[in-house]
């Protein structure tokens, strides 16, 4: 022993640092100061502690850090803000899991720590100083030279010895840290002292222990073999049946492949404890053993080990071994077939469990080596249950097998024995099914998903949501049984890691979601103090639920904000927002547990007995939210399928309290807003920005600095998502198949869609499909898909299968899109009962293939996304069959109906000929023609009972519905808004520009002909030349582009120093003009040479026309002013017209039309005198014009109205009944079939057809009827 750490030296050093600590908090009384204190050794801490309170005499309190605190200041604050001591030893630094985070946390708020009126004691072991000294030096410099307290070499080898005796004697005394096992180690190496090898046996053993309770069992296999190796040689009988043990419980819980050699050291262990004549140690371990065999269903060497153990368990036993034997005797005859005498061992493991009164003392007994069961359901009933329903099944007792399975499932939980709990459930689902019931059947499968997603056996969730991952840590084994073989390390063994592996949740969660990029800049927003509002947006089946619940939600839960705690409250549900809020802050939780209570920034009450709940309202909310900040918690409040709120408040008023409250929350500090709706509600939101006052984000609650966009994967990230997923379920797929199944899922995109990811990955695991030949065997990813969805159809049982397919069918229309369906639509169509529909449209909800879209007045329904139509209508012929048969059931009834009712009505109410015109006018084609014509026979019917007024109504709906306007196609493949388009010549051809950047060349027929890509910004504007040879696009990149009619590139104009908003070529092909926001017209040569900048305008330019000589030019701005040019760029004339919109020069040169968005258009001379003015429409007090076209011979006109009172926005065309310049009358057709606005609208040269551009991404033609104008 060296001298420096004799006894009397070390006592005598520790007597010192003893005495300058007490001084020192003496000292700092009232006023803050940091005092650093090493120590390795708890019962050394424990013993210094004691003799620091019997020597001061102030109030000393202690803060005991949890494993999963977050921050230091933050955690003090909460605990003695309001109670204030004389001093604070803070302890458990060496325990925390995220203690780097802690600690930089710490070294961000360094400055606050001094407003605390107390000293603060930091007991550190000397692994946690170097990384305080690392991490947080600017909070290192509170504090002094650290004071130090160390035990003598006889003590630590006395530490050692003391330790080593309990292991031996009772695992579950074994009290030492790993850390703290480590200093011992280390201290005594640095002084030189040399362990005796029993003692370096026990050590190992010691070890090994820790390792297993961390789950680091090849590290506990090194341990227990080397401690084996010792004890073998020495004959220590006692040791060796111990460590043969734990070798056994590890190797088990490694996997299958090791449960021959787990077996092997627990046969071991139970032949050591009988040669050593303890019977009460082979009692003890022997159902270890049984489990083992369970799992390598050696049903033989089970029974007898059975046997033996019964006679063991009679004399030594608690009940609870006694009714784990009769389990195993159960088991034993279940699969043997003796179906009788399972049934009644299983009932008397039942029985036995009941009639104790000594269940608790058979629980702790068991507990020891059965770590993870809970506490509140008798042992092993959920298993032995289980096998008395399985009993019960094949003796034809249905019923009373469900009851059981429902028992046991009530009994088991995941975490005790996950592979239990997943065979309860698909027991329990398939004798639903069986019974009928497929509700009950489905939900049962929909929980089994998410509980093998959950724990890492499933490694895609098919069309379902991302659950948060729950971290496996290996106790649950590969087959049943595994819940006992943790070892026998006392109930905190595993609870201890808990804690410890919360940020590996997180991480693991975050990782399999494959959205980590997304989780990282969505908590670097929250982070940031400039961004207090987060608008997430995307298309349905992105993920976006998912990467909320199962991403950013356990990524917040592990965050800090400038050493605060994270406070995410989630909401997903709008009947009662308030409440909701109130639950997620835990406001209506009572009683509250204090971590509830420090968590969610709830005052903590002295009298959990007496506690009242506050009175539930906004008011109560933002206190609350107040109360957070004051508690330096950071709140997070995420508001999920938002744009279900719109639907369940369907008026303005009922939505301007969440405004109001929305606002509120934006302006208290440390309060963050996430919103997340899909991307075709994204406009709803501007109603809050209208009506609410929002200073902190200045009323833009659109702008790109606020919302956040969630698109698909790239193949590349889709790569990435899948080997995360396969791995942390070990569904290991090769990568050949990867690369193929990847490039199959991008198509001609490029892009993976995640959902389409997930269904076709659930089926590859279901199929179990690993390999690139059985992925080609198997048909690819189209016939998975349609596997998918046979597997979604069947779950609505037999009998349903046919509704369940038509539903499907009926989702999708001729045209390859997603109609919007009510349930009276599918039910009116189907002819089917309530009771099955509603199953059918729930389970195809639930199963994530179906969107139900709340709407008023009635919720619609939608497949989820677009390529699902293609597998149900084109790969399905059974659909197709189906749907005909159902025709023919109904025409069958048609017929039948009409020779039972020969005789009809004579007479008709006057209010059933309105409502038949009203629903006419609704309708679209072939329905609005029946609707009408079935008016017109009852009005020939009746018609001297009806009002002249209403035979008028019925008549003109009639003519419109007959000889109005019908759509002829749609064009269908830009990715952003249209925004302008244009006829050739011969009207054959279509050209289309859109905000994705690209040119589209259709035919009418609608086949795209070619994609023009060159631009950098959205394309604002096309034309086509006269000869139908070239093309010119105009765009935001401030260029104009000339192409050839085959799509290469001619030339690019580079003049415009703003976005080119217009371009036109003139009417004898010579010359080209182009508009732009920097207030000018250029003239161009077709060959793309500038001929000259007209520069007069003083707003941007948004309208050009040439006359049909093309010797003029006219051009409007956004100032109000149309200026007419030569063509050689001379200014002839300025004109002042209020909300032009569009400019024409008129057939004969010397008169022109303009139109303005107040439904008026004016006919002017060339000198500027007006001819005649029309009024297209009445209703310009509520409605406004965005966009007009004229036909060739300016007979038609057509323009879209924006109604914003009524939120519509219609294509109306109006035909006059004579030339231009003579007295106009105007017949009126709306037409209404885009999904959003329409920006632009194009005439065929000879006026048959008409185009338009949308929003919705599409362009639509229309076939004007050559009786559309009706003479009078």
């Given at each position: 022993?060296?001298?420096s750490y004799r006894?009397?030296d070390?006592?005598?050093e520790?007597?010192?640092s003893?005495?300058?600590?007490?001084?020192?908090l003496?000292?700092?009384?009232?006023?803050?100061?940091?005092?650093?204190?090493?120590?390795?050794y708890?019962?050394l801490r424990?013993?210094?502690?004691q003799?620091?309170?019997?020597?001061c005499?102030?109030?000393?309190r202690?803060l005991?850090l949890?494993?999963s605190?977050?921050?230091?200041?933050?955690?003090?604050v909460?605990e003695?803000?309001?109670q204030?001591?004389?001093?604070l030893?803070?302890?458990?630094?060496?325990s925390?899991?995220a203690?780097?985070?802690?600690?930089?946390?710490t070294?961000?708020?360094?400055?606050q720590?001094s407003?605390f009126?107390?000293?603060?004691?930091?007991?550190v072991t000397?692994g946690?100083?170097k990384?305080?000294v690392r991490?947080?030096p600017d909070f290192?410099?509170?504090?002094?030279?650290?004071?130090q307290?160390?035990?003598?070499d006889?003590?630590?080898?006395?530490?050692l010895?003391?330790?080593?005796?309990?292991?031996f004697?009772?695992e579950s005394?074994?009290?030492?840290?790993?850390d703290?096992?480590?200093a011992?180690?280390?201290?005594?190496?640095t002084?030189?002292?040399?362990?005796?090898?029993?003692?370096?046996?026990?050590?190992?053993?010691?070890?090994g222990?820790?390792?297993?309770r961390?789950n680091?069992l090849?590290?506990?296999?090194?341990?227990?073999?080397?401690?084996?190796?010792?004890w073998q040689?020495?004959s220590?009988?006692?040791q060796?049946?111990?460590?043969?043990l734990?070798l056994?419980?590890v190797?088990?819980?490694?996997?299958e492949?090791n449960?021959?050699e787990s077996r092997?050291?627990?046969?071991r262990c139970?032949?050591i404890?009988e040669?050593?004549?303890?019977?009460?140690?082979?009692?003890?371990?022997?159902?270890?053993?049984?489990?083992?065999l369970?799992?390598l269903?050696?049903w033989e060497?089970?029974h007898?080990?059975?046997q033996?153990?019964?006679?063991?368990h009679?004399n030594?036993?608690?009940?609870?071994?006694?009714?784990e034997?009769?389990?195993?005797?159960?088991?034993?005859?279940l699969?043997?077939?003796?179906?009788?005498?399972?049934?009644?061992?299983?009932?008397?493991a039942?029985?036995?469990l009941?009639?104790s009164?000594?269940?608790?003392?058979?629980?702790?007994?068991?507990?020891?080596?059965?770590?993870n069961?809970t506490?509140?359901?008798p042992l092993?009933?959920?298993?032995?249950?289980?096998?008395?329903?399985?009993s019960?099944?094949e003796?034809?007792?249905?019923?009373?097998?469900?009851?059981?399975?429902?028992?046991a499932?009530?009994?088991?939980?995941?975490?005790?024995?996950?592979?239990?709990y997943?065979?309860i459930?698909?027991?329990?689902?398939?004798l639903y099914?069986?019974?009928?019931?497929?509700?009950?059947?489905f939900?049962l499968?929909?929980e089994q998903r998410?509980?093998?997603?959950?724990?890492?056996?499933?490694?895609?969730?098919g069309?379902g949501?991302?659950q948060?991952a729950?971290?496996?840590?290996?106790?649950w084994?590969?087959?049943?049984?595994?819940?006992g073989?943790?070892g026998?390390?006392g109930?905190?063994a595993l609870s201890r890691?808990?804690a410890?592996?919360q940020?590996?949740?997180?991480?693991?969660?975050?990782?399999?979601s494959g959205?980590?990029?997304d989780v990282?800049?969505?908590?670097?927003?929250?982070n940031?103090?400039?961004c207090?509002?987060?608008?997430?947006?995307?298309?349905s089946?992105?993920?976006k639920s998912?990467?909320?619940?199962?991403?950013?939600?356990?990524?917040?839960?592990?965050?800090?904000?400038?050493?605060?705690?994270?406070?995410?409250?989630?909401?997903?549900?709008?009947?009662?927002?308030v409440?909701?809020?109130?639950?997620?802050?835990?406001?209506n939780?009572?009683?509250?547990?204090e971590?509830n209570?420090s968590c969610r920034?709830?005052d903590?009450l002295a009298d959990?007995?007496?506690?009242?709940k506050?009175q539930l309202?906004?008011q109560?909310i933002?206190?609350?939210?107040?109360?957070?900040?004051?508690r330096?918690?950071?709140t997070?409040?995420?508001?999920d399928q938002?744009?279900?709120f719109?639907?369940?408040?369907?008026?303005?008023?009922?939505?301007q309290?969440f405004?109001e409250?929305?606002g509120k929350?934006l302006?208290?500090p440390?309060?963050?807003?996430?919103l997340s709706?899909?991307?075709?509600y994204?406009?709803?939101?501007?109603?809050?920005?209208r009506?609410?006052?929002?200073?902190?984000?200045?009323?833009?609650?659109?702008?790109?600095?606020i919302i956040?966009h969630?698109?698909?994967?790239?193949?590349?990230d889709?790569?990435s998502?899948i080997?995360?997923?396969t791995e942390?379920?070990?569904?290991y797929?090769e990568?050949?198949?990867?690369?193929?199944?990847v490039?199959?899922?991008a198509?001609?995109?490029g892009?993976?869609?995640p959902?389409?990811?997930?269904?076709?990955?659930?089926q590859?695991?279901?199929?179990?499909?690993t390999?690139?030949?059985?992925?080609?065997?198997?048909?690819?990813?189209?016939?998975l898909?349609?596997?998918?969805l046979?597997?979604?159809?069947?779950?609505?049982?037999?009998?349903?299968?046919?509704?369940?397919?038509?539903?499907?069918?009926l989702?999708?229309?001729?045209n390859?899109t997603?109609?919007l369906k009510?349930r009276a639509?599918?039910?009116l169509?189907?002819?089917v009962?309530?009771?099955?529909?509603?199953?059918?449209?729930e389970i195809l909800?639930e199963?994530?293939?179906?969107?139900?879209?709340?709407?008023?007045?009635?919720?619609?329904y939608?497949?989820?996304?677009?390529?699902?139509?293609s597998?149900?209508r084109?790969q399905?012929?059974?659909?197709?069959r189906?749907?005909a048969?159902l025709e023919?059931?109904?025409?069958?009834?048609?017929?039948?109906?009409a020779?039972m009712n020969?005789?009809?009505?004579?007479?008709?109410?006057n209010s059933?000929?309105?409502?038949?015109?009203?629903?006419?006018a609704?309708?679209?084609?072939l329905?609005r023609?029946l609707?009408?014509l079935?008016?017109g026979?009852?009005?020939?019917q009746s018609i001297e009972?009806?009002?002249?007024?209403t035979?008028l109504?019925?008549?003109t709906e009639?003519?419109?519905?007959?000889?109005?306007?019908?759509?002829?196609?749609?064009l269908?493949?830009h990715?952003g808004?249209v925004?302008?388009?244009s006829?050739?010549s011969?009207?054959k051809?279509?050209?289309?520009g859109s905000?994705?950047?690209t040119v589209?060349?259709w035919?009418?027929?609608?086949?795209?002909?070619?994609?023009?890509?060159?631009?950098n910004?959205?394309?604002?504007s096309?034309s086509f030349?006269?000869d139908?040879?070239l093309?010119a696009?105009?765009?935001?990149d401030?260029?104009?582009?000339?192409?050839?009619?085959?799509g290469s590139?001619?030339a690019t104009l580079?003049?415009?120093r703003g976005?080119?908003?217009?371009?036109?070529?003139?009417?004898?092909?010579?010359?080209?003009a182009?508009?732009?926001?920097d207030?000018?017209v250029?003239?161009?040569?077709?060959?793309g040479?500038?001929?000259?900048t007209?520069k007069?305008?003083?707003?941007?330019?948004?309208?050009?026309s040439?006359?049909?000589d093309?010797k003029?030019?006219?051009?409007?701005?956004?100032?109000?002013?149309?200026?007419?040019?030569?063509?050689?760029?001379e200014?002839l004339?300025?004109?002042?017209e209020d909300?032009?919109i569009?400019?024409i020069?008129?057939v004969?040169?010397?008169?022109?039309?303009?139109?303005?968005?107040?439904?008026?258009?004016?006919?002017l001379?060339?000198?500027d005198?007006l001819?005649k003015?029309e009024?297209l429409?009445?209703r310009s007090f509520?409605?406004?014009?965005t966009t007009?076209?004229?036909?060739n011979?300016?007979?038609i006109?057509s323009?879209?109205?924006?109604n914003f009172?009524?939120?519509?926005k219609?294509?109306?065309?109006?035909?006059s009944?004579?030339?231009?310049?003579?007295?106009?009358?105007?017949?009126?057709?709306?037409l209404?079939?885009h999904g959003?606005s329409?920006?632009?609208?194009?005439f065929?040269?000879?006026?048959k057809?008409?185009a338009s551009?949308?929003?919705?991404?599409?362009?639509r033609?229309?076939?004007?009827s050559s009786?559309f104008?009706?003479?009078y």
């Amino acid at each position: 022993m060296t001298d420096s750490y004799r006894a009397e030296d070390v006592v005598s050093e520790n007597e010192r640092s003893l005495n300058t600590l007490v001084r020192s908090l003496t000292r700092f009384q009232g006023r803050f100061s940091l005092i650093l204190v090493r120590c390795n050794y708890a019962s050394l801490r424990d013993r210094i502690l004691q003799q620091v309170r019997e020597r001061c005499s102030i109030q000393i309190r202690e803060l005991n850090l949890l494993e999963s605190a977050k921050t230091l200041y933050t955690t003090i604050v909460n605990e003695f803000g309001e109670q204030p001591t004389d001093a604070l030893m803070v302890l458990g630094l060496e325990s925390v899991v995220a203690l780097d985070d802690l600690l930089a946390a710490t070294n961000k708020v360094r400055d606050q720590f001094s407003s605390f009126p107390f000293p603060v004691v930091l007991w550190v072991t000397d692994g946690v100083f170097k990384k305080l000294v690392r991490v947080a030096p600017d909070f290192r410099t509170w504090a002094g030279p650290p004071l130090q307290f160390t035990l003598p070499d006889e003590e630590l080898t006395g530490l050692l010895r003391q330790q080593a005796e309990q292991v031996f004697a009772d695992e579950s005394s074994f009290t030492l840290e790993g850390d703290e096992l480590e200093a011992v180690e280390q201290d005594l190496q640095t002084r030189g002292q040399e362990l005796d090898p029993e003692l370096k046996a026990s050590l190992a053993f010691m070890r090994g222990l820790i390792h297993e309770r961390c789950n680091q069992l090849d590290a506990a296999l090194d341990c227990y073999q080397h401690s084996l190796a010792f004890w073998q040689q020495n004959s220590h009988l006692h040791q060796q049946g111990l460590i043969s043990l734990h070798l056994g419980l590890v190797y088990y819980r490694k996997s299958e492949q090791n449960w021959q050699e787990s077996r092997n050291y627990l046969q071991r262990c139970l032949d050591i404890f009988e040669s050593a004549q303890r019977s009460d140690l082979v009692a003890k371990y022997i159902s270890q053993l049984g489990k083992v065999l369970r799992g390598l269903e050696d049903w033989e060497s089970l029974h007898n080990l059975t046997q033996k153990a019964l006679a063991l368990h009679q004399n030594r036993g608690s009940p609870s071994q006694l009714a784990e034997d009769y389990g195993f005797l159960a088991e034993v005859a279940l699969k043997n077939n003796r179906w009788q005498e399972a049934n009644q061992w299983a009932k008397q493991a039942l029985e036995i469990l009941d009639n104790s009164s000594n269940v608790e003392e058979g629980r702790r007994d068991y507990l020891v080596g059965h770590s993870n069961l809970t506490e509140d359901k008798p042992l092993n009933c959920g298993l032995y249950h289980f096998i008395l329903a399985k009993s019960q099944q094949e003796l034809d007792e249905i019923q009373n097998a469900i009851s059981n399975l429902d028992k046991a499932r009530d009994k088991t939980q995941p975490h005790q024995d996950l592979n239990l709990y997943l065979e309860i459930l698909a027991k329990l689902r398939s004798l639903y099914f069986d019974q009928g019931k497929y509700r009950e059947a489905f939900y049962l499968k929909l929980e089994q998903r998410e509980v093998e997603s959950q724990y890492g056996l499933r490694a895609f969730i098919g069309a379902g949501r991302l659950q948060p991952a729950v971290v496996s840590r290996g106790e649950w084994g590969r087959g049943r049984g595994g819940e006992g073989m943790v070892g026998s390390l006392g109930s905190s063994a595993l609870s201890r890691v808990t804690a410890e592996e919360q940020v590996e949740i997180a991480e693991s969660t975050v990782a399999v979601s494959g959205r980590q990029q997304d989780v990282e800049r969505l908590i670097n927003r929250v982070n940031r103090p400039d961004c207090k509002l987060t608008v997430i947006y995307g298309q349905s089946g992105v993920g976006k639920s998912s990467i909320l619940q199962a991403g950013l939600l356990p990524a917040l839960e592990v965050n800090y904000f400038e050493g605060r705690d994270t406070v995410p409250v989630f909401v997903d549900v709008y009947t009662d927002w308030v409440e909701e809020l109130g639950n997620g802050l835990g406001i209506n939780s009572t009683p509250l547990t204090e971590d509830n209570q420090s968590c969610r920034g709830i005052d903590s009450l002295a009298d959990e007995n007496s506690i009242v709940k506050p009175q539930l309202n906004q008011q109560t909310i933002l206190e609350q939210l107040r109360q957070n900040e004051h508690r330096h918690l950071l709140t997070v409040l995420i508001f999920d399928q938002f744009e279900e709120f719109f639907f369940i408040y369907k008026e303005q008023a009922s939505r301007q309290p969440f405004y109001e409250f929305f606002g509120k929350c934006l302006e208290i500090p440390y309060i963050k807003v996430i919103l997340s709706l899909r991307q075709d509600y994204l406009h709803y939101l501007l109603e809050c920005a209208r009506t609410t006052k929002l200073p902190i984000i200045d009323s833009d609650i659109l702008s790109k600095n606020i919302i956040y966009h969630l698109g698909n994967f790239s193949q590349e990230d889709a790569k990435s998502v899948i080997q995360s997923l396969t791995e942390r379920s070990q569904f290991y797929l090769e990568p050949a198949l990867v690369d193929e199944l990847v490039k199959d899922l991008a198509g001609e995109v490029g892009e993976v869609r995640p959902i389409e990811l997930q269904i076709v990955g659930a089926q590859l695991q279901t199929e179990g499909i690993t390999t690139l030949e059985q992925y080609r065997a198997s048909g690819t990813k189209d016939e998975l898909v349609k596997q998918f969805l046979e597997e979604v159809v069947k779950d609505c049982g037999s009998e349903n299968e046919k509704i369940a397919t038509l539903v499907l069918y009926l989702l999708t229309d001729e045209n390859n899109t997603r109609p919007l369906k009510t349930r009276a639509d599918l039910e009116l169509e189907l002819e089917v009962t309530d009771e099955k529909l509603n199953l059918v449209l729930e389970i195809l909800v639930e199963s994530g293939i179906v969107l139900r879209v709340p709407a008023s007045p009635a919720e619609r329904y939608q497949l989820v996304h677009d390529y699902l139509v293609s597998f149900i209508r084109t790969q399905n012929p059974e659909s197709a069959r189906l749907i005909a048969e159902l025709e023919r059931e109904r025409e069958q009834r048609r017929i039948s109906e009409a020779k039972m009712n020969q005789v009809l009505q004579e007479k008709l109410l006057n209010s059933e000929l309105i409502n038949l015109v009203l629903s006419s006018a609704q309708n679209r084609e072939l329905d609005r023609v029946l609707s009408a014509l079935k008016a017109g026979i009852k009005l020939k019917q009746s018609i001297e009972e009806i009002p002249e007024e209403t035979q008028l109504s019925v008549v003109t709906e009639l003519n419109n519905a007959v000889y109005g306007v019908r759509e002829l196609n749609r064009l269908e493949g830009h990715s952003g808004s249209v925004t302008s388009l244009s006829f050739s010549s011969k009207g054959k051809l279509i050209v289309s520009g859109s905000e994705d950047k690209t040119v589209k060349l259709w035919n009418i027929e609608g086949s795209l002909l070619a994609t023009l890509v060159g631009h950098n910004g959205s394309v604002t504007s096309v034309s086509f030349s006269p000869d139908g040879k070239l093309l010119a696009s105009g765009s935001k990149d401030k260029t104009v582009k000339l192409w050839n009619i085959d799509g290469s590139l001619l030339a690019t104009l580079e003049s415009h120093r703003g976005s080119v908003t217009f371009v036109i070529f003139s009417p004898d092909g010579k010359l080209l003009a182009s508009g732009s926001e920097d207030k000018t017209v250029k003239l161009w040569n077709c060959d793309g040479t500038l001929i000259k900048t007209l520069k007069d305008h003083q707003g941007s330019v948004k309208s050009i026309s040439f006359s049909p000589d093309s010797k003029l030019l006219a051009s409007a701005d956004t100032s109000d002013t149309v200026i007419i040019w030569s063509h050689k760029g001379e200014k002839l004339r300025t004109i002042d017209e209020d909300g032009i919109i569009s400019v024409i020069l008129a057939v004969d040169t010397q008169n022109i039309v303009l139109a303005n968005k107040y439904f008026s258009l004016n006919f002017l001379d060339i000198n500027d005198n007006l001819i005649k003015k029309e009024l297209l429409s009445t209703r310009s007090f509520y409605s406004k014009i965005t966009t007009l076209s004229f036909n060739n011979d300016k007979k038609i006109v057509s323009f879209v109205e924006d109604n914003f009172r009524l939120s519509t926005k219609k294509i109306i065309i109006n035909k006059s009944r004579s030339l231009v310049l003579s007295n106009l009358g105007y017949t009126r057709k709306e037409l209404d079939g885009h999904g959003d606005s329409v920006n632009s609208l194009s005439f065929s040269f000879d006026g048959k057809l008409l185009a338009s551009a949308s929003k919705d991404n599409t362009v639509r033609i229309w076939k004007i009827s050559s009786n559309f104008f009706l003479p009078y």
